[in-house]
């Protein structure tokens, strides 16, 4: 009999045992997948889900916060993605993160990423869409590696016609590398190029030095650049001095047309200055005019004298008088 | 002449012993739900092939466990994959390689136990002996057993698989420096109720196999001590060739259910 009961007893820790871990295996895989715990339901769309299957995790920021629950197909292209949210992490997921589909390392399980995004908005809540972001794809990838290695050959056998002729002394590339004379002749213009780059580093330097040693403050300098009113002058002034160096090249043409006829011989200055016959006959003319003259203010003086226009000469000397009395009352007023 | 004969006459016999098989299981069905019931004898059945079977069962599951992930680490070192370890021996083991391990192992050990038992109360007259006196000798000694393996071979897979992970984790700790907590979260992320729940299913009748097999063999065992020999030797094949069968039937069966990928 006592050892019956303590068969039983073992046998009883065996069962207790064995059933306490199937029950925790079950529990501890449902609790994985977000069966006991308290959930939200949120839904994501795509155009292609990559492979996703039912009971894959659900990230946000890193953290398996749920597990994906369906998969509906919705029109032609349309996937509507549902998936269960912890309720105590949902709190803390804005309606304008982001869902992309991703995967556990290079070749492990696909999942979902929730992206959070900048910026304020009201948390999540159960039934609501948020927006996705389809990712490339492997096969992008591999599509867009496939015209990358079509370029790749194409540029290979560019390289090799050029490594070609260079072997076979085509071309400058060629010469550069046999020619010794030239390679020299490179050289030294290099030497001198580098030379000529330290002779403009050493300008460039006391260039800088004159400019850091101008007063920009008080400076004409100074107020030529950051007057602007003085410098809408200056421009005028600019303006108007190319408006008469316009003006002083068109007199300066004239003149020298001037000067090349006077020096051809051509018009009545050139003869005043060149003709002596001309200048004789002038004086002599100038002489006979100045005797005339002199006649002439005899014989008006000798009209005066005369009876016949004493009167009209008369008469013109009271109008002057009269004039004058005139002026002189009006200015006593 | 004698080719073909022989073919037929092992043909015949081997149908003649399905049909025995299966009397013998639809008999076994017939008086399991009906009383009087031998709660005892169950109980003492349970003990003899759940208990006992117990530190053979954890033996056999620890090195199971140890020995795959040592085999299974260099290859997967070479992918550099070796995070996927306790993902991939836990569902290894726990679909298939643990159930199916640990029900060969039982049956070797129990099949050939019952059927060893049985053989020799029959060639001594025994079970003659229990229904003259009125006991029924299937419902004592064949239900009780059958019953006493059903129920107790998933309680060994159980206990087996867990025993083993434990060893799996323990060369992990030690040669890829990863903690027993990271390994058993990194298990339960892989596993599924896919997994756990077909492979408990595949154990119930693993252990009617067992239990079915074991007591067939005995109870019509004939030819005196060898016949005890030859009933316990025909009882670990047969059982072993079923649980084979019982085990594809399982996986295809699983496949079809919870899509299995």
Known sequence: MQKTVAQKVRLGIFVILGTTLLVSALYFIGNRQNLFGKNIELHSEFTNVNGLQLGNNVRYSGINVGTVKAINMIGQSRIVVSMFIEEKIAKRINKNAVATIGSDGLVGSMLINILPQEGTSPPIVSGDTIQSYTKIGANDILSTLSVTNENAAILTSDLLKITTKIIEGEGTISMLINDTTMAENLKLSVIELRRASSGANEAIRQLNGIIAGIDFDESVAGVLLNDSVSGEKVKKIITDLESSSGNIEMVSAQLDEYVSEMRAGEGAVNKLINDEVFAQNLDTTLLNLKEATNRLNTNMEALKHNFLFRGYFRKLERQKKKAERDSLKKLKK | ?261
């Open chain 2, 1 to 261: 002449m004698k080719g073909p004969e022989n073919i037929r006459s092992r043909a015949v016999s081997f149908f003649t012993e399905i049909g025995e098989i299966s009397y013998f299981a639809l008999r076994f069905f017939r008086e399991v739900f009906r009383p009087p019931f031998e709660f005892r004898e169950l109980i003492r059945q349970c003990y003899n092939i759940g208990n006992r079977s117990l530190l053979l069962v954890c033996v056999t599951g620890f090195i199971l466990g140890l020995v795959f992930t040592l085999q299974s680490r260099p290859t997967l070192m070479e992918f550099g994959a070796e995070s996927w370890m306790p993902s991939m021996v836990s569902i290894s083991i726990v679909r298939e390689i643990g159930p199916v391990i640990i029900a060969l192992i039982c049956a070797g050990r129990i099949g050939s136990g019952i059927g060893a038992e049985l053989g020799s109360m029959r060639v001594t007259e025994q079970i003659d002996a229990m229904e003259v006196s009125g006991t029924n000798p299937f419902k004592y000694l064949v239900v009780t057993r059958i019953v006493a393996t059903t129920l107790m071979l998933p309680l060994l897979i159980v206990i087996g698989d867990t025993v083993a992970l434990l060893g799996s984790a323990m060369v992990e700790n030690l040669k890829g420096a990863v903690s027993y907590q990271l390994y058993f979260n990194e298990v339960f992320d892989a596993l599924k109720y896919s997994d756990i729940v077909p492979a408990t299913i595949k154990s119930f009748f693993f252990g009617f196999a067992i239990g079915l097999v074991g007591c067939y063999k005995g109870y019509y065992c004939s030819k005196g001590t060898v016949g005890v020999g030859e009933a316990s030797n025909a009882a670990v094949v047969y059982t072993s060739m079923l649980l084979f069968v019982i085990d594809f039937i399982a996986v295809f069966v699983t496949d079809i259910f919870f899509e299995v990928q």
